[in-house]
């Protein structure tokens, strides 16, 4: 059995944009800022559960090759 190693998908590896607070500013201006700025956070974050999702997998396929192989 051959294990192959894939890279990270370069959509997770992506830099996520932060976003502008835009002029004038304003208390509205503000809260919409900020709910995209945590839009932005939650992006960055499944970003980041996804790497460790595959390095986890990566990881088992490892451990379950190295029991098979004698």
């Known amino acids: 059995m051959k294990i192959v190693h894939e890279p990270v998908p370069e959509s997770l590896m992506a830099a996520t944009p932060a976003p502008e607070l835009t002029a004038p500013v304003t208390w509205g ?6 709910d995209r700025l945590r ?6 974050n499944a ?12 990881l088992k396929r490892l451990t379950d090759h190295a029991r098979a192989t004698p």
């Open 29 to 34: 201006a503000i809260a919409i800022w900020s």
């Open 47 to 58: 970003d980041k559960a996804a790497i460790a999702d595959l390095d986890l997998r990566r």
């Open 39 to 44: 839009d932005a956070l939650d992006t960055c």
